[in-house]
Nanobody, 122 residues
Framework: QVQLVESGGGSVQTGGSLRLSCAAS????????MGWFRQAPGKEREKVAC???????WAAQSVRGRFTISKDNAKDTLYLQMNSLKPEDTAMYYC????????????????WGQGTQVTVSS
């Protein structure tokens, strides 16, 4: 049974930092891609950052230079270091996993986590 468990969300003030974690278990493939997505109330889910099996990373323009995605393969854990947070970063953040990077890219992965809330106040 595949499980993705996010943690690390919370409430911070503008300019603060948080580090999200996503612990994966039970995924049957050795090589896989992962990503972070977010959804604010009343808005569509958007892709925040992705990392493929080779460690290549991509981040959305809105977070580039502030957010960093990384993966610890030994721990099967995905991270999102978020610095210089802004109120517009407020959302539920979800991690995702798939063997196919393309399905991560298009927001159609095999599995999603349950989400962790990030709230940034001004």
């Amino acid at each position: 049974q595949v499980q993705l468990v996010e943690s690390g969300g919370g409430s911070v003030q503008t300019g603060g930092s948080l580090r999200l974690s996503c612990a994966a278990s039970g995924y049957p493939y050795k090589s896989y891609s992962m990503g972070w997505f977010r959804q604010a109330p009343g808005k569509e889910r958007e892709k925040v950052a992705c990392i493929d099996g080779g460690g290549n990373r991509w981040a959305a323009q809105s977070v580039r230079g502030r957010f960093t995605i990384s993966k610890d393969n030994a721990k099967d854990t995905l991270y999102l270091q978020m610095n210089s947070l802004k109120p517009e970063d407020t959302a539920m953040y979800y991690c995702a996993i798939d063997q196919d990077y393309g399905r991560i890219w298009f927001g159609r992965p095999d599995y999603w986590g349950q989400g962790t809330q990030v709230t940034v106040s001004s």
